[in-house]
């Protein structure tokens, strides 16, 4: 059943989304490919709109692709389904090992999972820049122009530290008149 | 008795409006929201001392999912157990849930609208360049010496000619920081599993992330 599938992948992502929004990208393209819930470009959008939305990406691309799928109740159980192994992870964390984090294995496995994770966000930009990979696609204006976009809003976060909302804002009236 | 439910359940609401609230307010994410919950939880209300800040800060950073997530289950958990939990991060994501869900509905109508479509595509610029921003912050605390780059370097290259399941890097990942770590010590190597600051002291230790 189409709920139960939504639930269960974002289930499993919730579990794995260690560092955030954006290596989760990697894995819910992987998982919406297998099951066919959305098209590569419907993905895409759906990621561009969840970064112009306050709150994790992560868990705004679940509730996009869960409604496209199946309406409003799937954004329930997509939604539901990457929120919970958060809610039961932290409160198993405060119930139990309660100072985890200054432990050798928590430590050394994080060594291991950064850059893996690295490793998954670049993917994700690739993909995300490069939607389709064909010689034709790749030397044109579109992707020239967004390339620069990026260029442009990367610079703008990791130096000028400038609000999101604001490079979202400029980067439309750059699309407007760029495209 | 009457009245220890009727406290628990002002509780409940109490924590339910104070995430909801938080919720919208966090664009860029992150630690943008961690200033806001500390604010609002530490400094307001004096739910809880500096000492409990920071290890809500160390557990909403490593435990899987959103750090908002994380640090108001976190928060919920210690003031209501299982029920407060509940209810600080149903009030945390129900306000983004509904903007993202009224968004896309306004977006639907308007995505054959050629000037919508060309704003989308810069904004699509943008995020590119927050994902962009988001692999450059990690690779920094992530990429401490030549194993860390080469794990990097070479689950970026398996992702790419392989097309493996994600999920299953992050496990393998987990499995082999543990691995080259006791490996090294064996060997009798210095092992440094975090970047460290000029003072010798580790930074924060959580995973930086964005949005």
Same mark, same amino acid.
């Given at each position: 059943?189409?709920? %139960?599938?939504?639930?269960?992948?974002?289930?499993?992502?919730?579990?794995?989304?260690?560092?955030?929004?954006?290596?989760?990208?990697?894995?819910?393209?992987?998982?919406?490919?297998?099951?066919? %819930?959305?098209?590569?470009?419907?993905?895409?959008?759906?990621?561009?709109?969840? #970064?112009?939305?306050?709150?994790?990406?992560?868990?705004?691309?679940?509730?996009?692709?869960?409604?496209?799928?199946?309406?409003?109740?799937?954004?329930?159980?997509?939604?539901?389904? @990457?929120?919970?192994?958060?809610?039961?992870?932290?409160?198993? @964390?405060?119930?139990?090992?309660?100072?985890?984090?200054?432990?050798? %294995?928590?430590?050394?496995?994080?060594?291991?999972?950064?850059?893996?994770?690295? #490793?998954?966000?670049?993917?994700?930009?690739?993909?995300?820049?490069?939607?389709?990979?064909?010689?034709?696609?790749?030397?044109? %204006?579109?992707?020239?122009?967004?390339?620069?976009?990026?260029?442009?809003?990367?610079?703008?976060?990791?130096?000028?530290?400038?609000?999101?909302?604001?490079?979202?804002?400029?980067?439309?009236?750059?699309?407007? @008149?760029?495209? | /008795?009457?009245?220890?439910?009727?406290?628990?359940? *002002?509780?409940?609401?109490?924590?339910?409006?104070?995430?909801?609230?938080?919720?919208?307010?966090?664009?860029?994410?992150?630690?943008?929201? /961690?200033?806001?919950?500390?604010?609002?939880?530490? =400094? &307001?209300?004096?739910?809880?001392?500096?000492?409990?800040?920071?290890?809500? *800060?160390?557990?909403?950073?490593?435990?899987?999912?959103? !750090?908002?997530?994380?640090?108001?289950?976190?928060?919920?958990?210690? *003031? =209501? &157990?299982?029920?407060?939990?509940?209810?600080?991060?149903?009030?945390?994501?129900?306000?983004?849930?509904?903007?993202?869900?009224? *968004?896309?509905?306004?977006?639907?109508?308007?995505?054959?609208?050629?000037?919508?479509?060309?704003?989308?595509?810069?904004?699509? =610029?943008?995020?590119?360049?927050?994902?962009?921003?988001?692999?450059?912050?990690?690779?920094?605390?992530?990429? !401490?010496?030549?194993?860390?780059?080469?794990?990097?370097?070479?689950?970026?290259?398996?992702?790419?000619?392989?097309?493996?399941?994600?999920?299953?890097?992050?496990?393998?990942?987990?499995?082999?920081?543990?691995?080259?770590?006791?490996? &090294?010590?064996?060997? =009798?190597?210095?092992?440094?599993?975090?970047?460290?600051?000029?003072?010798?002291?580790?930074?924060?230790? !959580? $995973?930086?992330?964005? $949005?």
């Amino acid at each position: 059943m189409l709920l %139960w599938q939504l639930f269960v992948s974002f289930l499993k992502i919730g579990f794995m989304s260690f560092g955030g929004g954006y290596a989760v990208i990697s894995m819910i393209q992987y998982e919406t490919n297998r099951f066919g %819930w959305v098209s590569g470009e419907e993905l895409r959008q759906a990621v561009s709109l969840s #970064g112009m939305s306050p709150g994790s990406i992560a868990t705004n691309s679940a509730t996009l692709i869960g409604y496209r799928a199946a309406g409003l109740p799937g954004a329930i159980a997509a939604t539901t389904g @990457i929120v919970l192994p958060s809610l039961i992870v932290v409160i198993l @964390i405060a119930a139990c090992f309660y100072r985890l984090h200054s432990s050798f %294995w928590v430590k050394s496995s994080f060594y291991g999972l950064r850059p893996i994770i690295t #490793g998954l966000i670049v993917y994700a930009a690739i993909h995300f820049g490069f939607p389709d990979r064909s010689a034709g696609a790749i030397f044109n %204006w579109t992707t020239f122009a967004t390339l620069l976009i990026g260029a442009a809003s990367f610079a703008a976060v990791t130096k000028y530290k400038i609000h999101p909302l604001k490079i979202l804002f400029l980067s439309a009236c750059a699309g407007i @008149i760029l495209f | /008795m009457e009245n220890k439910i009727t406290q628990k359940l *002002l509780l409940l609401g109490e924590l339910f409006w104070v995430f909801f609230k938080i919720g919208p307010s966090t664009f860029g994410g992150g630690y943008a929201m /961690m200033a806001v919950i500390e604010q609002e939880v530490a =400094g &307001k209300r004096k739910w809880m001392d500096e000492s409990e800040m920071s290890d809500l *800060l160390s557990i909403a950073g490593s435990a899987p999912g959103g !750090v908002g997530v994380n640090a108001s289950a976190f928060i919920g958990y210690r *003031l =209501g &157990k299982i029920p407060g939990a509940a209810a600080a991060v149903l009030g945390i994501t129900l306000p983004t849930f509904l903007i993202v869900y009224v *968004l896309s509905f306004f977006y639907s109508y308007l995505q054959e609208v050629p000037k919508v479509q060309a704003a989308m595509k810069g904004i699509n =610029g943008a995020v590119l360049g927050f994902i962009g921003a988001a692999a450059y912050r990690m690779a920094k605390s992530a990429l !401490v010496d030549w194993s860390t780059l080469a794990a990097a370097a070479g689950s970026l290259a398996v992702l790419l000619l392989t097309g493996w399941n994600p999920i299953f890097m992050i496990l393998a990942g987990l499995g082999l920081g543990i691995i080259i770590v006791r490996a &090294k010590k064996w060997l =009798g190597l210095k092992v440094v599993t975090e970047k460290t600051s000029s003072s010798g002291q580790a930074e924060t230790g !959580v $995973i930086e992330y964005y $949005i």
